[in-house]
Structures are given as C-alpha cells and as structure tokens.
T-cell receptor, first 112, second 111 residues
Framework: QKEVEQDPGPLSVPEGAIVSLNCTYS??????FMWYRQYSRKGPELLMY????GNKEDGRFTAQVDKSSKYISLFIRDSQPSDSATYLC????????????FGAGTRLAVHP | DAEITQSPRHKITETGRQVTLACHQT?????MFWYRQDLGHGLRLIHY???????NKGEVSDGYSVSRSNTEDLPLTLESAASSQTSVYFC??????????FGPGTRLTVT
C-alpha cells in the first residue's frame, strides 16, 4: 500500500463548477501538507501549503486537512479552463528536512 | 531572475550507456532533489542533497548516482541505462521549509 493515495482521474467538469480533489495517507507522522499544480509538460509548482489540521483559503482555492481521518482535500471554486492541470498532493513529517511524499496526481479538465 | 534549469530537455539513449542529466539553480538553495515521474506513480524521490558534498538516497535510487561539488549544481548519472529508466526526470531545490521549486524536466528514453 502506498503511503499517499490519490485518484488519478481524469476529472472533467464544466467551467464554473466546484472541484473537489482528495488524498488519503497512512503515515500519522505527516504534519505538512501541500498541493502542487502541474501543467502539461511543465514542472510542478506549489499551490497551497497547510501545517497540521484545519483549513486554508487562498482566492478560489481552499485546502482542508483532517488528520483524524488521514484525509486532505483541495477545493476549487468557480473553476476556469486555466485550472486544467494535474494536481499533486504532497506530505512531509515534522522535521523531515524537506522530503516530500507525493500522490500520483489527479488530472483535471475544465471545459468552457 | 533566479531560476532552476535542466538539460538536456529530451534525451534518447541506448541500453547500457552512461547518461548524465544536469540541474542548475541560481537561488543559492542548500537543498536539491531529483525525482522521476511515471504514470500512476506520481513523483518518486531518487536522490537528494542538503549541501555541498552531501548526498542521500531516496526511494528509487538503484542505478542512479549524484554528486554535489557546489551549491548550484546537482547532476544525476545513470551508470548503465536500462529501459525501466525511461521516464521524465525533475530536479527541485528549496531553501528551507517545504516549498520546492521544480525545473522544467528532462524526458529520457532508453531504447
């Protein structure tokens, strides 16, 4: 079993929809949770970063962490065609010296 | 502007050949990482370095090596390329914390 599980999709939604992307994990020591966005044939870039449990909002994006369920989510409101990309969750233990464990990535397509 | 670059962007090589992929960053970051990305597996850590002359094995290090002689560069060497090493390779760097900056990737095909 992988440490981090993520449904690869693809997920196809109409413009304006609310998108929910999720990851589950097995290592209870993970404290840092990130979402990276990767456009086709590009390197990933950090989108959201959360420490421990709770919510974090940045514009149309909200990241949620539920450590009791070992479950994290990324919500995208009012999705746009420019949001079409692969979204990778990533996690790290406290003091893990920046070593990240990535999910497989979910491919999202937002169509006009 | 500071950046991270990788070269070559595309490479085709034959089984058994030695291949070196270059990674160069101008942020003066201490931490550098090499990942491979394959369908269904996401990004998997190959090797990483926390500073000059420091190197560490990651999750999938067999068949790969790195050396760090300065802050800016972390070349990745495939000692004897195998078809299983056909993949997209990403280099990343970070100063501290958990934000990693990724390069544009190198697409390697081993025939």
């Amino acid at each position: 079993q992988k440490e981090v599980e993520q449904d690869p999709g693809p997920l196809s939604v109409p413009e304006g929809a609310i998108v929910s992307l999720n990851c589950t994990y097995s290592n209870s020591a993970f404290q840092y949770f990130m979402w990276y966005r990767q456009y086709s044939r590009k390197g990933p870039e950090l989108l959201m970063y959360t420490y421990s449990s709770g919510n974090k909002e940045d514009g149309r994006f909200t990241a949620q962490v539920d450590k009791s369920s070992k479950y994290i989510s990324l919500f995208i409101r009012d999705s746009q065609p420019s949001d079409s990309a692969t979204y990778l969750c990533a996690m790290s233990v406290s003091g893990g010296y920046n070593k990240l464990i990535f999910g497989a990535g979910t491919r999202l397509a937002v169509h006009p | 502007d500071a950046e991270i670059t990788q070269s070559p962007r595309h490479k085709i090589t034959e089984t058994g050949r030695q291949v070196t992929l270059a990674c160069h960053q101008t942020w003066n970051h201490n931490n550098m990482f090499w990942y491979r990305q394959d369908l269904g597996h996401g990004l998997r850590l190959i090797h990483y370095s926390y500073g000059v002359h420091d190197t560490n094995k990651g999750e999938v290090s067999d068949g790969y090596s790195v050396s760090r002689s300065n802050t800016e560069d972390l070349p990745l060497t495939l000692e004897s390329a195998a078809s299983s090493q056909t993949s997209v390779y990403f280099c990343a760097s970070s100063r501290s914390g958990y934000e990693q900056y990724f390069g544009p990737g190198t697409r390697l095909t081993v025939t």
